[in-house]
């Protein structure tokens, strides 16, 4: 669907740049996107900014890239992938 977008006054979520904005901002704000505190936001952006940067969907800025660097460190990212990886063995799938 190609159309123009609304007035911004009535699209809740604005458009990328603007979205990306303010997540590299808040991530100047400490290495967590609500600060010091790992929260759910970061569960949420942690996997959204990991897969949106592995696709060059988001260009992996400085920011983002630790912040990225760190989401993948945490024990139980490392677990779930470990998870996958072994799933993916389990089905026979070519590319593990």
């Known amino acids: 669907m190609k159309r123009e977008p609304g ?28 600060g010091d505190k ?10 959204a900014l990991t897969w949106m940067t592995g696709f060059g969907l988001v260009e992996a800025v400085p920011s983002i890239k630790s912040y990225v660097d760190r989401w ?13 990886a072994d799933l993916l063995k389990v089905q026979g799938n070519p590319a593990s």
């Open 7 to 34: 007035p911004a006054r009535m699209v809740p979520y604005g458009d990328l740049d603007t979205t990306m904005n303010v997540v590299v901002a808040q991530l100047g704000k400490g290495p967590w996107l609500l």
């Open 72 to 84: 993948n460190a945490r024990p139980s990212v490392k677990k779930v992938a470990q998870i996958d």
């Open 38 to 47: 790992f929260t759910a936001a970061d569960v949420l952006w942690g996997t």
